[in-house]
């Protein structure tokens, strides 16, 4: 409590220098309010330290990495764009604490349980100045993703978005698409469009502010949703953001919407010492839906503070 004021979970606490003191005092722009307390606050509390962010995209550009790019400049994160080549080199721990997939740009089948994607074919290396060969190949299940696995069990957290979610299922069983088709073979196909169509709609849905990745949002939220998976509620899956409604349409059209009641938007998995946040939805749509971007925002801070929480 300080100032009149009851805090929410997720509160920032910054115990009083000098220095803090400067800082906090050219924030009213910013538009963040500050209070004085005569001591620390009681209670749980997670220290939170600078993160090393390795935003993944590909050689030509994904435009999903190239907009969350935009967003991580204007907030001004610390960040590094990192290539296929560098994730199969491994031993990422070693320079990043989060990997930031946006849609797009991990490769999915046509029809498969993650729509979306945005494909460029690859030039040979002879082709293309030698400086830029570093950026050429794909995120790859058989290099990629063990060497992801690795650096997320080591600490990392790992932040899916949109189609990139086809990795999220590969590294967790726990991740299971609820839009799909399952066929006897075992696998799993997108939803015909007859059945489920929503190529771009606002839709809403219930939050947790209770949980880290939620911490500073209103129990409602609207998401942008265009061709998204949402996820099966599973063991080993925390649930953060779900959709309670057979009518979560609110601006747009929408076909076959109550086929996303119950299901997971935005959901918590812990990966040995790491975690991993698979975020269905575009929750930063061209950096417009401001309501949605906390949840990336404190997945940056959240997951490489996790295991320090005092």
């Known amino acids: 409590k300080a100032g009149g004021m009851t805090f929410a979970p997720g509160a920032l606490w910054i115990p009083a220098t000098q220095q803090a003191a400067s800082i906090i005092a050219q924030s009213a722009p910013l538009g963040v309010d500050a209070y004085r307390v005569s001591r620390a606050p009681a209670g749980a509390k997670t220290a939170l330290k600078p993160v090393r962010v390795g935003l993944v995209d590909r050689y030509g550009g994904v435009m999903p990495a190239g907009w969350t790019r935009w967003l991580l400049e204007q907030y001004e994160f610390p960040f590094e764009v990192v290539y296929p080549q560098t994730l199969d080199a491994g031993n990422l721990k070693a320079n990043y604490d989060v990997l930031l997939f946006a849609d797009g740009t991990v490769p999915v089948e046509r029809g498969g349980a993650y729509p979306g994607g945005y494909r460029n074919s690859m030039p040979k290396p002879a082709d293309i100045p030698a400086d830029y060969r570093a950026w050429l190949g794909e995120v790859s299940k058989d290099k990629s993703v063990p060497a992801i696995d690795a650096f997320a069990k080591a ?12 990795l999220a299922s ?48 209103a129990p409602k939220v609207d998401l942008f949703f265009d061709e998204s998976q949402s996820f099966v509620p599973t063991a080993g899956l925390t649930p953060v953001v779900t959709y309670d409604s057979a009518t979560p349409l609110r601006s747009g059209w929408a076909v076959g919407q109550e086929k996303l009641n119950g299901t997971v ?36 801070l959240y997951g490489p503070a996790s295991t320090t929480a005092q």
């Open 155 to 166: 600490g990392g957290t790992v932040i899916t978005v949109g189609s990139a979610n086809a």
């Open 265 to 300: 938007a935005v959901a918590s998995v812990d990966l040995g010492q790491g975690k991993l946040f698979a975020m269905g939805p575009e929750v930063t749509q061209r950096a417009q839906p401001y309501a949605s971007f906390k949840l990336l925002f404190n997945g940056i």
């Open 170 to 217: 590969m590294l967790s069983p726990a991740v299971q698409p609820a839009l799909v088709t399952k066929k006897p073979d075992g696998t799993v196909t997108a939803l015909d469009h007859k059945q489920f169509y929503i190529p771009g709609s606002i839709l809403a849905a219930k939050v947790d502010p209770t949980k880290p990745l939620a911490y500073g949002m």
